[in-house]
């Protein structure tokens, strides 16, 4: 059953099977404990699951990446559902359904991949460095998304309706999984089979947006999550997260001698509008419409049409 459901998991059937390994890994790691589910759900299939992923590498890598690429492209398509409704200017309803699922599968996608860190940590801190690396992208990419100012105003209009409780449907559902995936890979570095290998500190410092990252970590530290854990296991998690930035933060040397060579409001014009992190370094051909390199190649790996204008993307120009 999980070598059929990695396998499944493709263009035709990801949100099936999304839906069915949520369901069977509930009750591990920081999102699920934030709703509630119990520790010892589905200890059994989270075992053989492992130990799937563990022998059939071949199975898992493809697994893997095109989960990467999933979760990029839902959380790409709900930045846009998001600013178009903010270029209008109103919520219409359609639109807002679209977000309210896009957002869902957003943080399904999310939590599996934090089972993936917990479970399978070796995978990213002991296997090929592009899975480290693009999953750390993916955590500061997700983060832009969610905590960026243009998409601030119409979060909670874009993904709760009127008979959704704040409780249940806020931004805590996609940014806890994020805090457990960084957490699991930290709880791992400290065993000695991992300390010598891939660094996550390493990682997040050699970015190209520190300033970026840094103000992502700072709002997971400045959340509330006060309203959905309790106890002493949560305090030290928090501690942990915490150290973690004041390391990150020693670490990274701000870009601040680029930035006065240049006005703010050019900086900020020239800044993408799906990342809000990245400068806008690429045109879309043929219809002319820019973001930068990372988020547009990203996007392609799953879809071949512009994500502002839908029209079919013949190349992509990157400027000098």
């Known amino acids: 059953m999980p070598k059929a459901l990695l396998s499944a998991f493709d263009n035709r059937s990801w949100t099936t099977v999304t839906n069915i390994l949520l369901r069977l890994c509930k009750g591990s790691g920081f999102s699920f404990s934030k709703n509630g589910e119990s520790s010892s759900s589905s ?4 075992r053989l699951l492992r130990e799937a992923c563990i022998s059939e590498e071949g199975l898992f890598s493809s697994f893997l990446n095109r989960l990467f690429n999933t979760l990029s492209w839902t959380m790409t398509e709900f930045s846009v559902s998001v600013r ?4 209008k200017y109103q919520v219409i309803e359609f639109q807002q359904r679209k977000c309210c ?23 990213f801190l ?7 690396r693009r999953l750390t992208e993916l955590v500061v990419f997700i983060l832009n998304h969610i905590t960026s100012a243009a998409d601030a105003e119409f979060f909670d209009l874009s993904v709760r309706r009127h008979s959704q409780s704040p409780e249940k449907i806020n931004r805590g559902m996609i940014l806890a999984p994020l805090v457990g995936i960084i957490l699991n890979l930290l709880d791992a570095t400290n065993s000695e089979e991992y300390r010598e290998n891939n660094d996550l500190l390493d990682v997040f410092a050699s970015m190209d947006c520190p300033d970026t990252v840094q103000y992502g970590f700072q709002y997971l530290l400045d959340y509330n999550w006060d309203g959905s854990f309790r106890g002493e296991a949560y305090v030290a998690k928090y501690e942990q997260l915490e150290n973690f930035l004041s390391l990150l933060t020693c670490r990274t040397v701000l870009p601040h001698d680029k930035v006065d060579s240049v006005g703010d409001t050019d900086v900020d014009d020239r800044l993408c509008c799906i990342c809000y992190a990245c400068e806008a370094d690429a045109q879309i051909a043929p219809c002319s419409h820019e973001s930068c390199y990372g988020c547009i190649t990203r996007h392609l790996l799953n879809c071949q049409r512009c994500f502002f204008c839908n029209g079919t993307v013949t190349s992509i120009i990157k400027f000098a």
């Open 84 to 87: 178009e409704m903010q270029e």
């Open 101 to 123: 699922v896009i957002f869902d599968h957003s943080c399904n996608l999310a939590r599996i991949l934090e089972f993936c860190t917990r479970e399978i940590p070796q995978a």
């Open 126 to 132: 002991s296997g090929p460095d592009t899975n480290l």
């Open 43 to 46: 200890v059994l299939f989270q």
